[in-house]
């Protein structure tokens, strides 16, 4: 097995590094990095995407602010649809408005969206190929202190599994503005999962975003981390420790998890010969499920899958939830010096 | 039109009912066949619509929710123009248009995806505000509902829904049959008071006989008069209408003629043809009562 060590290829590495983080991500060892909620640019790129096209309109079960479709709201009243605490409604709405040539987005906490309504997204959306846009929030235990009911964890595995669907996990905020306004131009159904808590900003403005696209944001050699969603960030933490191990990792941030970017993984995979994978989600249907299977077909590899093991969270702040749960840069370090162990 | 040719097609379109579901060797009868006068008012007297120009944009918009029952829309559709009625024999079969439930990608005219029940009414809402937003007053949304899909609470939300945002270019169908899956609907699970309960969800509510094709287009009219809130018929149907046998029985609910071992019916390979010569002999007391 080919194993690139990081005596070897130090230098070129370092240099590559220096442009590709130039290029993709801030500098994420400065001391202070500005967080927001990704939902938070969700809300901005909806209002965005009101401006540019009459047809965008906004659906909510009784969730405004927290789902952050206010912006819109004010902006756009006669666009705007308030169905009260009533999910199954809510999509099946959205369906009837997509049937009319709007394109709505239907935006509720994901652990209702998709999570109550998960047929009613089947039958009206995908089978009958309806563009509506599914926004869920809160997902992941970083929801924290609202407790295992509201932290959506099985939101990847469900509706990855419908045909038809686009299920995109943004990184952060910025990233989240961009990935909503391709959602308005894309004519497919799509799911966008969004998280409360605040998130590090560490993708800059002309960050390249594409829907389908997964994007190297590290290149490295000796093991490939791929991360979506709030976990792209502790990848690129834990790239940084590895560097002091003398192990060179390469980060591939996955904002589409479907259509999954299959050249771009099997292409680091090839070079790197070991993957991580990190997801705040279920990990069995998740990321680490997505990934698996695809390396199992066509590249077969040592892996790891950092994210929920099949269980639920609990209440508590999100840091040390995420600790406790092993979904931080710490459990990705390990993961990952273990595989280089076994590469030997 | 007049109501004796509205007649005789609706007995067209159970002939071909029958014809289909026996052919196919599954399928539901019995609320297929009671829809059979509603969807023969529908298509050849209440809707504007183009069988050549399915999604021609000044159309009524027609919304079958409990798509079980698609049976009789297909034969509707094909006896309005929509496709040739030679394929309505390939219902339910592989790469046929006309699937077990409607859908509406593979088959123009077909307005939704539908078969898992309570979503029709909803979808209607979404329409109408994409209506109201557009400024378009003049067109109607119908939503054909079968009455054991009440109890879906869906249906719920989105009456609540209509009510809020008065969409009075709605109007609703339920066809009370009294049965469902199980048996009949007020042991499954009770739905009395119907009408009540859909005035105090703030809607204007019809009762009508749902197999007296006058009565069907008369509630139509009305319905569209009514334009500051949302419009249901409660249409009273008798389920499988037109086949003695099949007549009020909630087993013949999922059941296609040519396949029941149902106690004190037909046997099975008669079943069919008894329920075609019934049928014939109802058009020739058609015929002669309009002579």
New interface residues.
Partial sequence: MRCVSYELCAEKLKARLTKIMAALTVDITKAKLQSESIRNGLGRGLLEAGKQNKNV?AVTADLTESTNISLFAKAFP??F?Q??V?E??LV???????????I?FVSSYAAFNPGRNW??IR??IC???RPVKIVGSHTGISVGPDGATHQMLEDIALMRALPNMVVLAPCDSVEAEKATLAMATDLRPNYIRLARDATPIITLPDTPFEIGKAIVFVEGFDVTIIATGTMVYHALLAAERLKHHHISAEVINVSTVKPLDAETIITSVKKTRAVVTAEEAQINGGLGGVIAELLAERCPTIMRRIGMKDHFGESGKPNELLKHFGLDADHIVLAAQELIDRKG | MTVEELELKADTIRQDIIKMLEHAGSGHSAGSLGLADIFTALYFDILKHDPKNPDWNERDILILSNGHTVPVRYAAMARAGYFPVEELMTLRQLGSRLQGHPERVRLPGLETTSGPLGCGLSQACGIALAMRMDNITHRWIYVVMSDGELDEGNVWEAAMLANKYRLGNIIAIVDRNNIQLDGPTEIVMPLEDLKAKWESFGWYVIEIDGNNIPEVIHACALGRSIVDKPVIIIAHTIPGKGVDYMEFDYRWHGTPPGLADIAGMPPKAEQAKIALRELRTLRGKIESEAD
């Fill in positions: 309109v006669e666009r649809i169905v009260g009533s199954q409604n099946t709405v959205g369906s009837g408005l997509a049937a009319f040539g709007k709505p047929e009613q039958t009206t089978l009958n190929d």
